[in-house]
């Protein structure tokens, strides 16, 4: 039995990042009912900066040197400073292990700087919990 909330920092606070697509490690979320992934844009610069955030997952028992497939879960294109977040509400029919694959577009060497976190929410007696 775990802690019903808890969150797990898939990028660190005030991470920086140009253009360019970047990948977190693979984190693992087996026997899990829900993830929530919040991302905090807090700056940005250059022309039209842009952030697109995608969830793949891949079905494989290790994280590191698998292969992973692009979930049609997908934070909408985020262009502002602000707070997004995405749920994805049946995560038990995912495979093993998820990852967030970030993407910043825009001209004029865009930047921007946010954090990204991710909840594990899962089923236990009497209520949920976080692994």
Do not use: W
């Amino acid at each position: 039995m775990g802690n019903p909330v808890s969150s797990l920092n898939v990028v660190r606070a005030s991470a920086s990042h140009s253009i360019g697509t970047t990948y977190t490690s693979g984190f693992k979320i087996e026997s899990c009912d829900k993830l929530i992934f919040f991302c905090d844009i807090t700056a940005k610069s250059g022309t039209l900066p842009t952030l697109n955030i995608n969830v793949e997952t891949t079905p494989e028992h290790e994280a590191s040197g698998a292969t992973y497939y692009v979930l049609s879960e997908k934070f909408v294109e985020m262009n502002a400073v602000g707070n997004y977040y995405k749920v994805i509400v049946r995560a038990d029919g995912l495979a093993k292990h998820v990852r967030l694959k970030f993407t910043v577009g825009g001209s004029a060497t865009p930047t921007v700087t946010f954090q990204a976190r991710m909840l594990k929410i899962i089923r236990t007696r009497g209520g949920a919990a976080i692994e």
